[in-house]
């Protein structure tokens, strides 16, 4: 889609639609939006949400470097771009008065229908543009973005605004997508990979596709696209609109003090959920080793960053 000639209104209401779908499918197909109840769903054939054991592997370490930032401050907490609340739900049961914002109207109603009705907790969900939501002055301890900043056109204004909404020595918590960190060399290694290993596609498929140089070079393009969200694996109109590292960075830096960055996700985010198996467990974890290893090493670049900055 071409978003320099598209109505930013409309662009909005294409964006919401297509997350109202993937949340209806998802819920449809037996996905529940809770790190407490989760369960095993076949219908996700590579997606870490396919099993509890790989979220807990993969997914859990970014949950709890929000968790433990937030709670360390305590009080007050907005997560802008919310989803269907598995994050905001976790934020409230640890003590904290949270509210959810997300622009589809559909992650609203699930995120709602699945809060912990039996807890008294402070959480509450408000669906809304994140540019149009009135987020207040010195209103927030934290405010927090998980996978929702790199689909936001304009950075610097929602980070003006979200400045202004922090009191004094407020966190800001990012943890993004930096896909445009990822390279065609990255997708050949994951290529390779995802050859090798046991996945959803059998070794015979597999290898009657890729074993010559043409096909072989088509399946990486293909890995490339899905790691990068191009082409028939774009997730929504304005997913990755800002997916670059300098960017968020720098972003952040004009009005926050960073106070720790960490990074992940060089190939393990589009192949845990893919492992099948006897000891796709013991695969999962090696591979989360590795992935971290070789990212520290500098052999592969992260696609994935976590930042915590306090307002200055």
Known sequence: MNLHNTDPNELLKKEAEAFDRQVDERIKNGFIPDLRRLKKVDWFYNNVWRDPEFVKIHLLPKVDFVLNIARERGGKVVELGCGYGY??????????????VDLS?????????FTDHHLKLKLHYQCADILSFDLGTETYDSIIFFGSLHHLADIDRV?????????????????????????????????????????????EEKFNKIGDPASWDAYVNDIYNEYTFQGEHEQSPMDN?????????????KYFQVQRVEYSDAFIDKLIGGLRGD??????????????????????????????????
């Open 241 to 253: 609109i800002n997916s670059s590292e300098e960017g968020m960075l720098d972003g952040i830096k």
């Open 279 to 312: 000891d796709k467990y013991a695969l999962a974890r090696f591979l989360k080793f590795l992935d971290s290893h070789l990212i520290r090493k500098k052999v592969l670049r992260p696609t994935f960053i976590q930042i915590h900055a306090v307002k200055k």
């Open 159 to 203: 980070l003006q605004k979200v400045h202004r909404a922090l009191k004094k020595k407020g966190n800001l918590i990012v943890c993004e997508p930096i896909e445009d960190n990822f390279t065609k060399d990255q997708a050949e290694f994951a290529a390779i990979l995802r050859a090798v290993l046991p996945t959803w596609i059998s070794f």
């Open 87 to 100: 994050l905001s739900l976790e934020l409230a049961r640890n003590g904290l008065d949270v509210l959810g």
């Open 105 to 113: 109207p559909q992650s609203i109603k699930i995120a709602q229908e």
